[in-house]
Each structure stands twice: as structure tokens, then as C-alpha cells.
């Protein structure tokens, strides 16, 4: 079994979790730097790959305390690599996440919202009249949880991102329960 942890860097307050590869639990909300969890840019893709490349935990294990809510409240980072042209970059703030439940293929779905006071990806934008062959990469992250409401019970999902037209990669994503 594993030992469970209280997860405080995400600056939320959280049932006690566990997420799996350890490295997830160091992943702050909303920044724009990289994480030992973050995807990498590899070989030529730095020169002229465009797109989104996203990892989340692979397991997430909660505590469900008695007369506890319905819904996961452990947070859940998910750590994105992109390299994105305008118009796409432009909608960084507005990244559509979603996350399917292979057992009943049920959709839970939000937006991103930059409202939290970063100011991080707001200085990423380009004027809308760029060229369209300008863009910018970096990393990303944010906590999903805030951005969805998940049952808190044992499922398995699967996760994608997409920002403006651009959709990443998808990734499973394992919750199990106590």
C-alpha cells in the first residue's frame, strides 16, 4: 500500500492524496515553468514541431473521509510542452480539458481560466495580426480539479487538451479510492 499525502503546493485545501509518478506532487496551478513531470521537447521539435504534448499522473489515490463530498477534491496537475503559433497561442487562457471515463465514456469538461491573477500566459499572447507563422513555446500546468468536477470515486479516464484548433496527446488517468 502506499502512504498517503497531504498535498499543499497546490494551494488548495485537499482530502489527502497521493499521485503517482511522485513527481507530480511538486507541480504548482497555473505556471509557466517546467517540472521534473513535464513533457520534454525532443530532437528536431524544437526547430519545427508546433503543437501541444501533455502528462498527468498516471495514479491518483484519495482518502474519502466520512461524510465526505461527492466530488475529487485532491488536485489533479496535468504539465503541458507546447509550441504554438497565433492564432492558437492567443487562446492559451481558454484551453478546453477533457476527460472521459472508459468505463461508461461519460465527458467531464471545463475551460481554462486565467483569471486567477497569472500573469504569465498573458504576456505568451501575440498581437492577432502577427504573422501566422510566429508563435512561442514554453510549459504550462494547471490543477484540472479546479476546471472540473469529478466524482470522487475508484475510475479511469482519459485526458486531452486543446488549445484553439491544436489538440494534444491523451494520457490515462487512474483515481482509486480508500
Known sequence: MTALLNITGAGIDTNSCYLEPKSFMDVKHMTGQW?????????????????????????????????????????????????????????????????RDIS??????????????????????????????SGRGGYASWDITRYLSLPAKPATYELMLTVGKTRSNTTIVVVEVE
Not at 106 to 120: A, I, W
Request: hydrophobic share 35%; charged share 20%; aromatic share 8%.
Open 35 to 99: 517540472y521534473e513531470a513535464s513533457p520534454t521537447f525532443t530532437g528536431d521539435e524544437t526547430v519545427d514541431w508546433w503543437g501541444i504534448r501533455i502528462t498527468a499522473p498516471t495514479k491518483v489515490v484519495i482518502r474519502k473521509p466520512s461524510g465526505a463530498s461527492a466530488t475529487l477534491n485532491c488536485p489533479i496537475p496535468v504539465c503541458m510542452a507546447y509550441m504554438l503559433g497565433v492564432p492558437d497561442l492567443n487562446h492559451i487562457c481558454g484551453a478546453k480539458i477533457v476527460m
Open 104 to 133: 461508461n465514456n461519460r465527458l467531464y469538461q471545463g475551460t481554462v481560466s486565467c483569471e486567477d491573477g497569472d500573469r504569465f500566459f498573458s504576456s505568451q499572447m501575440l498581437p492577432d495580426d502577427a504573422e501566422p507563422s
